[in-house]
């Protein structure tokens, strides 16, 4: 069972414009992450959220996250072609060291 | 990736037949982890260790064994290889300061592209 559920599932943009991507979870979390792959490679983590954080910025990315939702968001602002890759958000519950992994959504980033 | 190995990176190996695939690490972090990748479902949780003979089982264990008896190495046994275990093996680790949850992101190895045959 996933604990994050991506939305889109693919999502095609120009390059220059931004992207942002959904996320929603199932049980109460502690924290909230998103990671890239890249294709045929390992994941690489790209931010952390905690549960009583509402907003984050690094670089050209910002998350936010609503935990009366249950949902999160990772925007990617004006996007490169090297953003082409696959988006996952994985949470984690109190107590638990365990990261739950969503399906993830498939970024193209079109020249 | 810096810090965390995978081997082999490929594998073809004959239905029940035995495959160990190895993970090491040189940051020793205490959290390891196998996921196992397939489209449609994400990474899904094998197994876990939270120190030296210190594993537990995730959430599709069922045909996995692991062990660690060192912190740097982190093995994952398919006992009896089947067509349905063909799939991209990932090794993950983690640190963790404070109770409980991970307060850092993990840090992925390459994986290992098995398949069953």
């Known amino acids: 069972s996933q604990q994050g559920e991506e939305d889109p599932q693919a999502l095609s943009i120009q390059e220059g414009e931004n992207a942002t991507m959904n996320c929603s979870y199932k049980?109460?979390?502690?924290?909230l992450q998103w990671y890239r792959q890249n294709s045929g490679r390992g994941l690489v983590h790209l931010i952390l959220i905690r549960s009583n954080e509402r907003e984050k910025h690094s670089g050209r990315l910002r998350v936010t996250l609503d935990t009366s939702k249950k949902s999160s968001s990772l925007l990617i602002t004006a996007s490169r072609a090297a953003d082409t890759a696959s988006y996952f958000c994985a949470g984690s519950r109190r107590g638990n060291e365990k990261l739950t992994f969503g399906t993830g959504t498939r970024l193209t980033i079109i020249p | 990736d810096a810090g965390i190995t995978q081997s082999p990176r490929h594998k073809v190996t004959e239905t029940g037949t035995p495959v160990t695939l190895r993970c090491h690490q040189t940051?020793?972090?205490?959290?390891m982890y196998w996921y196992r990748q397939d489209p449609g479902h994400g990474l899904r949780l094998i197994h876990y260790s939270y120190g030296v003979k210190d594993t537990d089982k995730g959430e599709v264990s069922d045909g996995y064994s692991v062990s660690r008896s060192k912190t740097e190495d982190f093995l994952l046994t398919l006992e009896s290889a089947t067509s349905s275990q063909t799939s991209v093996y990932f090794c993950a680790i983690s640190e963790s300061i404070g109770q409980g949850s991970p307060n850092y992101g993990y840090t992925f190895g390459s994986g290992t592209r098995l398949t069953v045959v």
């Open positions: 940051e020793n972090h205490r959290y």
């Open positions: 049980t109460s979390i502690n924290n």
